[in-house]
């Protein structure tokens, strides 16, 4: 009977090695991975926090430049309308670019990005022809002051004349 006991207590033994090896293997093939990709994790996450800052600090510059040159252009006595197209124009303006200067720090390819907007630029611009040009036609309007509300034009072409009510961006209305 003891030799039997030897015999079991040996093929235990010998189990529990093997599973030992197993295990051990197990952690040591993890531990190769994680040594592999912690690095590069580590690495992405500070990438993202700096650039999490970098767009905090972008922010605050774009705001600290959007409010200068409000002041200016308030100081100038510049019209009110042309303050907030010009604004909001900047504004999407410098995102995009703060945006662009993140994203080519991540590698991602910024000139198919520019390729892209451009043509979706183009092809809207295409679209909105008419549009587009009485929304220049406004926007000199507002810069120029060629009239201003309550002033008495005529226009020559189409034997218009009458008082201006109203300089809006798209059109200017007329009280024939």
Do not use: C, W
Not at 12 to 23: F, K
Not at 61 to 71: E, M, P, Q, S
Not at 114 to 143: D, E, H, K, P, R
Request: aromatic share 10%; net charge neutral.
């Amino acid at each position: 009977g003891m030799n039997h006991l030897l015999t079991t207590t040996s093929e235990i033994t010998n189990e529990l090695q093997t599973e030992i090896s197993e295990v051990t293997e197990h952690i040591s093939k993890t531990q190769e991975y994680l040594d592999k990709i912690l690095p590069s994790l580590i690495n992405f996450g500070i990438r993202l926090v700096l650039a999490v800052v970098v767009f905090l600090i972008g922010g605050r510059i774009i705001k600290a430049f959007r409010k200068f040159i409000r002041r200016s252009m308030e100081r100038a006595k510049a019209d009110i309308g042309v303050i907030q197209f010009l604004d909001s124009m900047l504004k999407v303006l410098l995102y995009f670019v703060l945006i662009m200067l993140l994203a080519s720090s991540f590698g991602v390819d910024t000139t198919s990005v520019l390729a892209l907007v451009g043509s979706a630029g183009l092809t809207v611009g295409l679209a909105f022809q008419g549009s587009l040009s009485n929304f220049a036609g406004g926007v000199l309007i507002l810069l120029i002051k060629p009239f201003r509300v309550g002033d008495y034009i005529i226009y020559v072409n189409d034997n218009l004349e009458g008082t201006v009510t109203e300089i809006q961006m798209f059109y200017t209305i007329l009280l024939t």
